[in-house]
């Protein structure tokens, strides 16, 4: 986000929105649709058992169900920063209808999906380009990025959450009813693990051996070794 230009008041505002948004996809694991749909209004503090100030982050997400996700002190920080950036108080306060995303042309519309879908694309395809440029040692991960969307931000969320935190606080911060379908999050590197090595690691004996019918193919596997 640093490399993104902001050399005019207009420039500097886009950057300022392009980095929320990424905040908003990964700090917050927010959908797309939960960041058009929700307001700044939605972003509250409250007293802990412990006597500590927290802020949180109230969403009405898939299938109209609401979560309170925990607004972190970076996001919180990011929110202040990019309110400053829109002339807006540090912080919203109760009511406040604002969008969490707001648009660059004034009023408080919020943006459509496919609108912040396209904003999340042409990070990915500037960033993919940055690194094409930098020679053909570069073109996996150009390729890679390339391909990559806000799902995949939330995907990326999930696991990284799930390599330090306890399943059952991931599956709440994502807003899943079923704990299994966080637990997909924890399995995804294994998972990359396995398809690289299947991808990568082999002998070149794919005539011998076809998945799911190894039994049948054993006694022609055991003749190719011998």
């Not at 912080?91 to 912040?116: F, H, N």
């Not at 079923?178 to 399995?187: F, L, R």
Request: with cysteine; hydrophobic share 35%; glycine share 8%.
């Amino acid at each position: 986000m640093e490399s993104l230009p902001t050399g005019t008041p207009r420039l500097a505002l886009q950057a300022a929105r392009y980095r929320w948004l990424f905040s908003l996809l990964y700090i917050g694991g927010l959908r797309i649709s939960e960041v058009c749909n929700n307001s700044m209004g939605d972003f509250y503090w409250r007293r802990g058992t412990d006597g500590r100030e927290r802020w949180w982050l109230e969403i009405c997400g898939k299938g109209e169900k609401t979560r309170v996700i925990p607004a972190t002190d970076e996001l919180v920080s990011e929110l202040m920063r990019y309110r400053k950036s829109n002339d807006l108080g540090p912080l919203p306060r109760e009511g406040d209808s604002a969008p969490l995303l707001l648009p660059l042309i004034g009023g408080s519309k919020p943006m459509g999906r496919s609108a912040v879908h396209e904003l999340v694309k042409t990070i990915f395809r500037e960033t993919a380009a940055r690194l094409r440029a930098l020679g053909p040692d570069h073109e996996a991960a150009a390729a890679h990025v390339e391909k990559a969307s806000a799902h995949w931000m939330r995907h990326t969320a999930g696991t990284h959450q799930s390599d330090n935190m306890d399943i059952k606080a991931v599956r709440d911060n994502l807003g899943h009813t079923n704990i299994s379908t966080t637990s997909i999050y924890v399995h995804s590197e294994d998972d990359s693990r396995h398809d690289q090595t299947t991808k990568a690691h082999k002998l070149g004996w794919s005539d011998c051996v076809v998945p799911g019918d190894l039994s049948s193919r054993s006694s022609e596997l055991v003749k190719a070794v011998s």
